[in-house]
């Protein structure tokens, strides 16, 4: 059964540290990794990953797939305290299933 | 430009009464999905439309929830009779049709019945 396995489940830092998300998956056709980011409210999208190796970033945030060991990481540096949320690891399929699964979320709390 | 718009943003039923959410997807966008997410997990997928046509709608309680997207843009998905544990927040999100493109979510709705 395809399944996306993020960790830890909680997380909580001081403003400044650095963060890593995990995300590891099985799933047989894979077609890509995405990073959201939760509120209270619906999730924002952060990166897609599709190769190997190569860093996405975005400010504070970056994030890299490794597809021969099935996972992907989040890194958040110089946290903020309005980087608190749900971070959400989910894998689209490959092919005419566009399904997207997704993991149970990071919740990360960043204390000033 | 427009991101994907749901209503209503609350809704507080009583059991048993009807309900319905609606969608207008990212102009362009062909791929049109539900989702279902309870207090402190995933997204739960319930129907995903390519253009008007339902291609998974394998985690849809059909024997309450319907969904329609007629003219394959605007999308409703109904529960009737609603239940307790219906109570989450649906999340609509729209994607293009072709590999490698993300999913943009609305605001979402949140159900609550009492």
């Known amino acids: 059964e395809d399944k996306v396995v993020q960790s830890p489940l909680s997380l909580v830092v001081h403003e400044g540290d650095t963060v890593t998300l995990n995300c590891s998956y099985e799933v047989t056709n894979f077609r890509s990794l995405l990073w959201y980011k939760q509120e209270k409210k619906a999730p924002t999208f952060l990166f897609m990953l599709t190769s190997s190796g190569i860093e996405k970033k975005s400010g504070r945030l970056s994030s890299i797939l490794d597809k021969k060991e099935l996972f992907s990481i989040l890194n958040i540096t110089a946290t903020q305290t309005g980087d608190s949320a749900i971070y959400l690891c989910?894998?689209?399929?490959?092919?005419?299933?566009?399904?997207?699964?997704w993991g149970l979320g990071t919740s990360l709390a960043v204390n000033p | 430009e427009a991101g994907v718009v749901q209503s209503p943003r609350y809704k507080i039923i009583e059991k048993k009464q009807p309900v319905a959410f609606w969608c207008n997807p990212i102009?362009?966008?062909?791929?049109l999905y539900w989702y279902r997410q309870n207090l402190g997990q995933g997204p739960e997928l319930l129907i995903r439309?390519?253009?008007?046509?339902?291609?998974?709608d394998s985690q849809l309680p059909k024997d309450r929830f319907s969904a329609e997207r007629l003219k394959g843009v605007d999308s409703t998905l109904k529960i009737q009779p609603a239940e307790l544990g219906d109570s989450a927040v649906y999340l609509c999100a729209s994607s293009l049709v072709r590999a490698n493109t993300e999913a943009f979510f609305g605001q979402g709705t949140r159900l609550t019945v009492v």
């Open positions: 439309y390519e253009n008007e046509e339902a291609v998974d």
């Open positions: 102009s362009g966008h062909n791929t």
């Open positions: 989910a894998v689209g399929e490959a092919g005419n299933n566009r399904k997207l699964i």
